[in-house]
């Protein structure tokens, strides 16, 4: 089905939210501003950024009763980065730009949400950068070497390496197997006692707009 298809087998009232951070940071004043009455929401991409937009309209307290939601999405649910990325994440690494707020929130956010969703992959952990070091042979004891960094110095680290340094300690970095985490998402909403979200395999091809007298409608 093309988007234009799909987009008239859902209507009565249809409101568009873009896979981005933007889009989760103001899904609930996008619900609140709404009229009365049922919605037909669509989120267009299945990745840990639209799933996760999904996720919080159907666990808000605003959604209208018999809202229906759905995710557009073009190969299958976490087909690109969020299939393949290693789920690494740091609370302070933002740019400090706009979204840093949202940066924070979001890291905030997985720790609460992973053992709610029942996500075994989620865990806080050290990290550390290590620059390449010459060409020593046979086992070196790296972790005598940096005592300041015993307590997270893997001992596993024994090859011939530079400089090390520490980008975290274990309380503001983690790490998640995002296609776990969307899939662990659907699977909560979508529980007998849930509003459910609808995953329809497709390609967004336009998007019709009319004036109405409280704004333009998607």
Known sequence: KTYKTMMMSLVRTLTLLAASSSAFQTTRSVIKMSASGPKNIVVIGGGVQGTSVAFQIAESTSLPA????????ANKIASAASGKGGGFMARQWGDGGPTQTLHELAFDMYEELCPKLGVESYRKLPVLS?????????????????KQLSDIFPTWLDGSIGRVSPLGFG?????????????????YVNQPDKPGVKVVIGKCTGIE????????KV
């Open 171 to 187: 309380d503001d970095t983690a790490q998640v197997t995002p296609k776990e985490f969307v899939e662990k998402m659907l699977e």
């Open 66 to 73: 018999g809202s229906t939601i759905t995710i557009l999405e």
């Open 130 to 146: 290590v620059s390449p070091g010459g060409n020593k042979k046979g086992k070196q004891d790296n972790k005598s070497k940096n």
């Open 209 to 216: 707009c009319t004036d109405g007298d409280d704004g333009e």
